[in-house]
């Protein structure tokens, strides 16, 4: 059965070409010779997205760039509250400046080729985004130049339901106004974007990139594999 509507996810689909942030962010720390190991990160990430989700710190009108100079902020201070990192004031401030600028060039890049795609797509088909976010999604995507390609945004700081749970996918079903098995979701998470999409009677297509474990997954649950979003064209 053709597909006639998307669903796309947005963090780690649209932004980092399938690799997870986690990763996303330890690159960046590498490339930095942030001098800090990779389980020391781990560790200030996890905090750092704990923080996020369960204090009201990012605003409805906090651009991605303030989204992402907060949290590398939130994760320097982690590292070196807990002793894993020493630098002076001066050095801190250079390695915050450095990864930041980095790190948002790259996404720059990976947005603008995700908005072309995702342009072609929009001439033929109606498009949803679902995604698990700190509320401010709508700002992030004006700030990149996406916010007309969507009809609807679902997003879990809004709507009260969070990936894994199939019923925000039911909500961007809802949206397109279509059956669901003509409903196609993109998404770069295994487990709280393919599983819960097919649950919820989607279509699926796994952006599959670099992820925050190595566990393996059964590449014949989704419908089709990708690793490049052109591959959609």
């Not at 690159?27 to 990160?41: C, D, I, K, L």
């Not at 401030?93 to 908005?115: F, I």
């Not at 609807?152 to 996918?169: L, M, N, Y």
């Amino acid at each position: 059965m053709p597909t006639k509507g998307y669903i796309f996810d947005y963090g780690g689909t649209l932004d980092t070409a399938g690799c997870h942030w986690g990763k996303k962010l330890w690159h960046a720390y590498e490339r930095q010779n942030v001098p800090v190991s990779e389980q020391q990160f781990r560790e200030a990430y996890v905090h750092a997205e704990r923080t996020l989700g369960s204090n009201p710190i990012i605003k409805p009108f906090h651009t991605f760039h303030h989204l992402l100079d907060v949290k590398l902020r939130i994760e320097l201070e982690f590292l070196m509250e807990h002793g894993a990192w020493d630098p002076t004031e001066e050095e801190y401030l250079q390695v915050h400046r450095s990864l930041l600028d980095s790190l948002y060039a790259e996404v720059q890049q990976t947005v603008a080729h995700s908005r072309e795609v995702l342009c072609q797509l929009h001439e033929h088909h109606p498009m949803v985004l679902v995604s698990n976010f700190y509320g401010n999604i709508s700002v992030v995507l004006k700030e990149f130049s996406l916010d007309s390609l969507f009809s609807t945004i679902v997003e879990s700081a809004v709507v009260g339901i969070r990936k894994p749970d199939h019923r925000i996918f039911t909500l961007g079903v809802q949206a397109l106004g279509l059956p669901a098995s003509e409903v196609t979701v993109v998404g770069d998470s295994f487990y709280k974007d393919i599983l819960p999409a097919r649950k919820a009677g989607c279509r699926t297509v796994w952006f599959k990139g670099e992820g925050w474990t190595n566990e393996t997954y059964d590449e014949t649950v989704p419908d089709q594999v990708i690793t490049d979003l052109a591959q959609l064209l």
